[in-house]
């Protein structure tokens, strides 16, 4: 789709709707009258409903609008100035929305590239063995490679079914990926292009992480299950777990810790027999999206629902957890441990803030990510301990320099 005027046609055969309607069952709050109301109908409403644009947080001024969607959709520069100018006139910034940024001694630099496909929701950047950055395009069903070094990219085409949500290199190079909607753990070969799925019980395998002894661990949020698949005889092993598995992680002594979005628990799987010790955190409001191991083997983990951070001693089973410098809607998403160091995003604020934790000062340093219109959901530690992030809203993958 070129234009704005090409969309409005596919959108009626494919739902039976205009696109500034619903069916009655799936009323959604309609936008004030204004010059572009009509526009922002037909452009947007071909993935968004009208629920996203109203509760956003808002932007001020027409260049951060045109921001915001200009890698979502193709739009002549008329068209992209009308939309934009009646966003930044019914939906401006939420001030409550904008972050808490702390100071610092740390210094970072922040690296973005825009993916080639529009609107695919670039996802989930991983470093390969050769170095180069991988990301997924979930919505496009399509993975992505970046040479960090020339900015050069290629993008490889997935079956449509697949949505990949995230993805895991093994040591030869090939790329495995979760297939969200077709239930499947998939891998693709860089240089040949060849792409073999394997079918799970699981209807959404999440999150993967692959172990010393060879096997992939993987999440399934929406099923509820946990899995393992031995890619060289192609086994798949899957349980039940507690509610909403997401984030998963293998220590170093060969524990795969699990994070949970559905209750308020962290767990522990045994990597042979795939039983789950579950250690409860405190408020069974709390909601954990993302974990990840220091070299001493703590946890450390977002509790999201609640804006905080928290340490978990398996030793121990002692939990403590710091309020996120943005507050209690600040929502912690994506983790990451470096060097000791505690790194994360507030996802809740706007722009998106990036976060460093010193457990051993406990002292917080925050920074705006340039292109944060939402949201940071994963991280990735490089093999020169810098991290790679991504902005899904703005089709970005981001290398964080840590100096």
Request: charged share 20%.
């Amino acid at each position: 789709m070129n234009k704005v005027r090409s969309i409005l046609p596919v959108l009626l055969i494919l739902t039976g709707f205009p696109v500034h309607a619903q069916p009655p069952q799936f009323q959604v709050p309609q936008l004030p009258e204004g010059d572009g109301k009509q526009l922002v109908e037909i452009a947007c409403y071909s993935c968004h409903s009208s629920i996203n644009i109203v509760r956003s947080a808002g932007y001020e001024t027409v260049d951060e609008w045109k921001h915001v969607f200009e890698t979502m959709v193709n739009l002549s520069d008329a068209q992209a100035t009308t939309i934009a100018g009646y966003l930044a006139e019914h939906f401006p910034a939420d001030a409550s929305r904008k972050p808490t940024l702390v100071s610092g001694d740390t210094e970072i630099e922040i690296k973005e590239w825009v993916v080639p496909t529009r609107g695919q929701r670039s996802r989930d950047p991983i470093e390969a063995p050769d170095g180069s950055i991988w990301w997924t395009g979930m919505w496009a069903s399509l993975l992505g490679r970046l040479d960090p070094d020339t900015g050069d990219m290629q993008e490889f085409k997935l079956p449509l079914s697949a949505r990949p949500h995230s993805i895991v290199p093994d040591e030869a190079g090939n790329i495995w990926y979760t297939g969200n909607s077709n239930g499947t753990i998939g891998k693709l070969d860089p240089n040949t292009g060849l792409i073999t799925e394997y079918q799970t019980e699981a209807r959404d395998p999440h999150s993967a992480a692959f172990h010393p002894n060879g096997n992939l661990y993987f999440t399934a949020q929406g099923a509820g299950m946990l899995g393992r698949f031995d890619p060289d005889s192609g086994e798949m092993t899957e349980v039940q777990s507690e509610a909403r598995p997401y984030g998963i992680q293998v220590a170093a002594n060969g524990t795969v810790w699990v994070a949970f979005n559905g209750t308020n628990k962290i767990g522990a799987m045994d990597p042979e027999t795939m039983a789950i010790r579950y250690y409860d955190i405190p408020n069974e409001a709390s909601r954990v999206r993302r974990l990840g191991l220091d070299s001493g083997g703590v946890v450390w983990f977002v509790n999201s629902t609640q804006g905080k951070i928290g340490r978990l001693d398996p030793a121990s089973g002692e939990i403590r957890q710091w309020d996120s410098p943005s507050g209690p809607t600040s929502h912690p998403y994506a983790l990451a441990v470096i060097d000791d160091k505690v790194w994360y995003n507030e996802s809740g604020m706007r722009p998106d803030a990036l976060v460093r934790f010193d457990p051993e000062n406990e002292a917080f340093q925050s920074w705006a990510i340039p292109s944060g219109v939402g949201i940071v959901r994963n991280m990735w530690v490089t093999k020169e301990g810098n991290l790679l992030i991504h902005q899904s809203s703005s089709n970005r993958v981001g290398l964080v320099e840590i100096k």
